[in-house]
């Protein structure tokens, strides 16, 4: 494998994690729009811890997630006391803040850049998100995933039927966030330099679009919009400057042909019989 | 002692008074009916029943404990289910995994599928859809797949909010045949129904409620023919249905 194919496998990776980062709150209903925020928290704690604090590499990217998910869970309750738009504009807020406060934060380089000395491989970071995928899938196939869809589609019903509706919101915000700050940390570690502006509104929004685009209705969705996102623009690379004018217009036509995603249902397995060949 | 007391219930939305002083019981294993115009505060007193909505005074003692302040979810797992008003199943989700929901709280995964079994078995049409979103069922199949729903809670009092509303009179009667069937089975049930006729036919014991407080209640056939509830509630059709009707 060539350099450039592992370097795109690792973009293609990390863009996969904050795609799941992203779907796990909005399988709830909920729209992150500051996922770059919680990566960044992840990113930072992770460098910082193995800077300063000699933390090894593992460990510091599990504390980044760790971060991540703690600011999430704090800002968890006031932020889902809102809906819809709302919590969209909230969490973009949010986002927002965290960038603005690592720019203007002294200890970690502020706007000048916070070069981390641990490295971690390409490796680490595909098996890494391997590990992911395969919990995010193991996830999506427990009672947990199907009160998430059941409060997405109906939150008073869920709630007149006894599920904990805030705790499982608060779950899957704390969720997301925590893969959003593993990202962050691998990110950090894998390319041995953090800045804040790497971490703003374009990155958020692209790795909403991902699940947008995927599909928001099985875990395949995120993958795809992932794999679609990063992979395309690379194949489109020969045509030079019209890439992003082609990738625009192929996005606009897969919305026109699929406006929930391309993934709607879930993946027809091979090896899993579909509902229609069960029943006589 | 009784399965659910409700005593001196007072909700308010705002400065609207909903429930004033509200005092019933549910005795265990009957059919308890609540009748009453829209605005009497019937839905209310379910959602209370249930605590999705917080009681400005008053207790509710549920199986002998006392639930006042408990969350829903605690209150579903010690046996209040309710069939919300217009069903309210997830039409986005398939008939399964409404069933399913049903059942989140319970651990016994095998007793669960042994269920859905027996709720297949009975609705045919269910089972033949199982994996497609219920917003392909009728309205009436949407009420028995509610039903189903809330039965997979295994409650010890069923709770249902007017659930003819909309419903073909085919539907009602399999709808009624189906209230007495479990009933016969030894659940309790509190029924809000408009069908006024119907509910008295099939309860135990009536409950009438005029703006939040309990002005009549007692046995089902004595209220039938009662002038004052004839006048006020029940129009032309107050006679009580002649019989319980059998089991569709």
Redesign the interface.
């Known amino acids: 494998m060539t350099a450039y194919q592992t370097g795109l496998l690792v973009i293609l990776a990390l863009n996969v994690l904050g795609a799941f980062a992203v779907y796990l709150p909005l399988s709830a209903g909920q729209l992150n729009l500051g996922i770059a925020g919680f990566m960044a928290v992840g990113a930072y704690a992770a460098a910082w811890l193995g800077n300063e604090q000699g933390w090894g590499a593992t460990a510091a990217i599990a504390a980044g997630g760790g971060a991540a998910a703690l600011v999430a869970c704090a800002v968890a309750v006031p932020i889902l006391r809102t809906h819809g738009i709302y919590l969209a504009l909230a969490t973009f807020a949010l986002g927002q803040v965290i960038t603005a406060v690592f720019l203007n934060l002294e200890p970690v380089g502020a706007a000048a850049g916070y070069p981390v000395t641990e490295h971690i491989g390409p490796a680490a970071v595909l098996l890494t998100t391997l590990g992911v995928a395969a919990l995010v899938l193991l996830l999506s196939c427990t009672r947990f995933a199907l009160c998430l869809t059941a409060i997405r589609s109906d939150a008073v019903v869920a709630d007149l039927m006894g599920m904990p509706v805030r705790a499982l919101k608060v779950a899957a915000f704390t969720l997301g966030a925590a893969i959003a700050g593993l990202s962050g940390g691998l990110y950090a570690l894998h390319y041995n330099y953090v800045e804040a502006q790497h971490f703003g509104v374009m990155l958020s929004t692209y790795t909403v679009l991902y699940v947008l685009l995927g599909g928001t209705r099985s875990v395949w969705g995120p993958i795809l919009g992932a794999a679609f996102f990063t992979l395309i623009p690379e194949l489109l690379r020969a045509s030079a400057g019209w890439r992003y004018a082609i990738f625009a217009l192929l996005v606009i036509l897969f919305m026109a042909w699929r406006p929930a995603g391309l993934l709607t249902g879930g993946l027809r397995l091979p090896w899993r019989r579909r509902a229609a060949e069960e029943t006589p | 002692m009784a399965l659910l007391d409700i005593e001196n219930l007072a909700v308010s939305y705002g400065p609207v008074a909903a429930l004033r002083g509200v005092t019933l019981a549910v005795e265990e294993g009957r059919i308890t009916t609540i009748l009453g115009a829209n605005g009497a505060g019937k839905s209310t007193l379910l959602r209370a029943a ?1 605590g ?1 909505v917080a009681p400005r005074a008053g207790t509710i003692r549920f199986a002998g404990a006392d639930v006042t302040r408990l ?3 605690k ?3 010690a046996g209040l289910s ?1 069939v ?1 008003e217009g069903r ?7 008939i399964e ?1 409404n069933l ?3 059942a ?2 319970r651990p016994d995964q095998g007793a669960v599928r042994a269920e859905m079994a027996a709720i297949y078995d009975r609705f045919p049409n269910l ?2 859809r ?3 979103a219920a917003a392909c069922l009728s309205g009436g199949e949407q009420q028995m797949l509610a039903i189903g ?1 809330a039965m997979l ?1 295994r409650p010890r009092l069923l709770m249902l909010d007017e659930p003819s509303l909309g419903l073909s009179p085919l539907f009602v009667e399999r709808l009624f045949g189906l209230i007495a069937e479990l009933n016969r089975g030894g659940l309790s049930m509190l029924l809000v129904e408009q069908n006024t006729g119907l509910a008295l036919g099939v309860a135990h014991h009536a409950v009438v409620l005029e703006l939040g407080r309990v002005v009549m209640q007692g046995d089902p056939a004595v209220l039938a023919r009662d002038p004052r509830l004839q006048e006020a509630y029940l129009g032309e059709s107050a006679e009580p249905a002649p019989q319980p009707i059998p089991a569709a």
């Not at chain 2, 309210?88 to 398939?94: P, S, W």
């Open positions: 249930l999705a969350p829903v979810h209150r579903v797992a309710l919300p309210r199943i997830l039409i986005t989700m398939t995994e399913l929901l049903g989140h709280l089972a033949s199982r994996h497609m729903r809670a």
